[in-house]
């Protein structure tokens, strides 16, 4: 279903928690809300779900204002991280649980546990109890019991947050399929950047009771509105003078106020590698990270410590090696905007006119 949230208001007390938060979601679309612990996540889904009452502001699903209907009557499935399943119930019974609630009858529910328990690979486990389960199986029954009675949105909240990392990433593939087959509209909450990025059609970086940005994760990625966007997404250094740095003097003329560098925008080598050494800067290698396919390299250019990525066939830098640095563009930004800039020494001369 379609959901469109206007100026969302949550207080705690004096506390303002969700702050004139706005957002459209297709119908079928996931959307991955991302940001750090307290930025009102969990208190945006609540509020979604009928949990929680906003102090101001429009939930609408399908064009219809939802604000006032009990939990029960919107349509909402919820999985949380910490799986609370029903301990004493089997897997069956679990998925079955809100399909009784219902009213379903008997046959209904065997027929929709039945195709459930396919969808999410639980065949043969219906009569087992959560604690015969692995974490990875008991999250996949809060899913099935989430979506057994048919619900128009679905809300994972960390769902594998207490899951390890190479089961994690399964059920991330798994869990982007299954979406995709069911067709359901659904939100996404993770502290973790490359789970959003890989499951989200679309993310919504939250802070401070804020949506700071709403798009795909590339044009997040490509464009970031701020600068905390910036650093949230990717690794990369925020310093706060581009101005100081080789071929970026004329961003002391737009005031910006910070610049970002990703590690791609940066090439460390010999002088011999670069063909334009006045675009260059001294930098001195200060530590080195093994990553399995290739180094992350730490280096300090004028008092920054600036992060670039160097293949495994290149030679090997030692750390106190001093290096030459090219840092090819920056993202820069001021109190109300924020933009490209390019290394101004890197290219050639303009030819010339004669
Ligand atoms: N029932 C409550 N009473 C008082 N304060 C609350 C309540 N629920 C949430 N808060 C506060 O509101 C803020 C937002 O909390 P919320 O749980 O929405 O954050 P979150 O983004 O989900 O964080 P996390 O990533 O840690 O789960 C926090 O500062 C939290 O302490
Ligand atoms: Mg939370």
Partial sequence: MHVEVRDLNKHFGTFHAVKNVSFEIEKGHLIGLLGPSGGGKTSILRMLAGLENPDSGQISFHGQVVNDLPPQERGIGFVFQNYALFKHMTVFDNIAFGLKVKKASKAQIKDRVTELVELTGLKGFESRYPHQLSGGQRQRVAFARALAPEPQLLLLDEPFAAIDAKIRQELRSWLRELIERVGITSIFVTHDQDEAIEVADEIMIINQGRVEQKGTPWDIY????????????????????????????????????????????????????????????????RHLHFRGSEWLVEVEVKGHKLITYRSLEKETLQPGQEVRVLVHRAYLFNDDHSWIEENRLKVDPMPIMI
Wanted: charged residues 25%.
């Fill in 222 to 285: 490509k464009e970031p509105k701020t600068p905390f966007v910036a650093s949230f997404i990717g690794e990369s250094t925020v310093i706060s003078s581009a101005a100081e740095l080789k071929g970026f003097e004329a961003a002391a003329n737009k005031n910006a106020t910070r610049a970002l560098i990703r590690p791609e925008y940066i090439e460390i080598g010999s002088e011999h590698d670069f063909s334009v050494l006045s675009a260059t800067e001294t930098g001195v290698v």
